[in-house]
């Protein structure tokens, strides 16, 4: 059976109270890059809207995409502390905010954003234009049904694993959306399923490497998490 992609807009209603954070990434080339985003003020009022309660419903769908959470600046940071070839082009998948595709166009990268709240797309557009970028692309997207034709050879995910029944579907997105040779690097702050995701990239022909971060923040909870760089088996290129 074909499964229908699941794609949400979360009301304007609920979205005119924002709030600007600010956030510094270190680049390779030892730059300090600032980068500004907006978000909504409070996901408690996404939480108790209408629309998202029916949404939940339908495909247990939540506003994750509303908050910065701490696997994108892991992602971020990691990012920024690599050389990458000019032009790369790079599929960031559940977005949110878009902090990771942020960075990958601050080092001279070529982003398509990706969600399936279109309002985060919103969201992720406004704070790349918030921080001068005008060149970049934006697409609704459920992982359950890659887009055809789409090859990338990078994809970047942060958070994405927070629940086992994702492990399946984001797998299968890599196979159909990375080139030969292309890498996902994924983040995530060592959930406990983080074995049965390092198991499925294994039986499913992918190797990876990991990278421990440890992520201090003034007046927050110190974070620990992993960055993935994941590639198929034998088709590494660098």
Known sequence: MTVQPFLHTTPDDVLLDTVEQ????PLED???????LVLPTSIDALLDHPATYKAFAQDEYMPYWAELWPS?????????QHVW????????????LGLSGLVALALGMEV????????????????ARLNGFEQFHTMPLDWRCPPEGL?????????????????SPLIRLMKVVLEPGGECWLSDPDRPHKKEFQSALMSN???????????????QPTVQGTVYRIWA??????
């Open 72 to 80: 994108a600046l892991m992602l971020g940071q990691a990012l920024g």
């Open 205 to 219: 022909e992918f190797e990876f490497e990991v990278r421990p971060i440890t992520l201090e923040r003034p007046n």
């Open 233 to 238: 088996s034998g088709k590494r290129t660098a």
């Open 112 to 127: 398509i954003f990706t969600d399936y709240d279109v309002a985060a797309l919103d969201f992720a557009a406004r704070n």
């Open 22 to 25: 600010k956030v510094l990434i």
């Open 30 to 36: 030892g730059r300090i890059q600032q980068f500004r």
């Open 85 to 96: 070839p000019a032009d790369t082009r790079v599929l960031e998948v559940g977005c949110g």
């Open 151 to 167: 090859r990338v050879p990078l994809m970047l995910a942060a958070d994405v694993i927070y629940e086992v029944r994702n492990i």
